[in-house]
């Protein structure tokens, strides 16, 4: 028997989380690789159709498909495409920036080059897990993605916006923005102490 419900936790980066089905109190665990064909990625309120057995710890989904009638992606991706304009006036502020404070601090000519390198870095840590994503193999933590656009920040704008990465996860997105507009309130403050 099918059962239609809605995704009520979801977890991205171990890929689970569990569903709640109208009238039931109990909730059904749910796993990527449940999942029937190819499917987009899962997220939070997405309605989903599965049948379920009995699991160690409960009732587990199978053959999990996205319900028909529940085609949020369409909207959430056009609002994540008007974020990339936010991002990249946060880049056209923050990379000269960058340059800048990087020429006052009057570095060596190799030096130069850490911040293209750290801007490919984070751009093919994004197709990485994106990659890693759609074989449903491990994947590069939130936090680690995170943490290489400090100072590969175009790199990861232009890695979201190209492979449709991280660009429709507000919790994610919103995180990613915040470290662009710190980077640029410090990178003023120093300049403006003149280190």
Same mark, same amino acid.
């Given at each position: 028997m099918?059962?239609?419900g809605?995704?009520?936790e979801?977890?991205?980066?171990r890929g ?5 089905v109208?009238?039931? &109190?109990?909730r *059904?665990f749910?796993h990527?690789?449940?999942? %029937?064909?190819? !499917?987009?990625? !899962?997220?939070?309120?997405d309605m989903?159709?599965?049948?379920t057995? &009995?699991?160690p710890?409960g /009732?587990? #989904?199978?053959r999990?498909? =996205?319900?028909?009638t529940?085609e949020? &992606?369409q909207p959430?991706r056009?609002s994540?495409?008007? #974020? ?6 946060v880049?056209?502020?923050?990379v !000269? /920036?960058?340059?800048f404070?990087?020429? %006052?601090l009057?570095?060596p000519?190799?030096?130069?080059a850490l /911040?293209?390198? &750290?801007?490919l870095w984070?751009? *093919? #840590? ?5 990659g890693a #994503? ?7 933590? %939130?936090a680690?993605?995170?943490l290489l656009?400090i100072?590969g920040?175009?790199?990861?704008v232009?890695?979201?916006? /190209?492979?449709? =990465?991280?660009s429709?996860k =507000? ?16 990178i003023?403050?120093l300049?403006w102490?003149?280190?």
């Amino acid at each position: 028997m099918r059962f239609n419900g809605q995704l009520s936790e979801w977890n991205d980066d171990r890929g689970f989380g569990f569903a709640l089905v109208p009238g039931q &109190a109990e909730r *059904v665990f749910v796993h990527i690789k449940a999942f %029937e064909g190819n !499917p987009r990625r !899962p997220e939070v309120h997405d309605m989903l159709t599965f049948e379920t057995s &009995a699991g160690p710890k409960g /009732l587990v #989904a199978k053959r999990i498909r =996205h319900a028909r009638t529940e085609e949020k &992606a369409q909207p959430v991706r056009a609002s994540g495409r008007r #974020a990339f304009i936010i991002d990249w006036a946060v880049t056209a502020v923050l990379v !000269p /920036l960058q340059i800048f404070a990087v020429s %006052e601090l009057q570095l060596p000519l190799w030096k130069w080059a850490l /911040l293209p390198l &750290a801007a490919l870095w984070a751009f *093919v #840590a994004f197709n990485w897990d994106k990659g890693a #994503a759609r074989r449903n193999e491990r994947r590069v933590s %939130e936090a680690n993605l995170l943490l290489l656009s400090i100072p590969g920040w175009i790199g990861a704008v232009a890695a979201q916006q /190209l492979f449709r =990465h991280k660009s429709s996860k =507000h919790s994610f997105y919103y995180k990613f923005r915040a470290i662009g507009v710190i980077q640029i309130g410090v990178i003023t403050w120093l300049l403006w102490r003149g280190f």
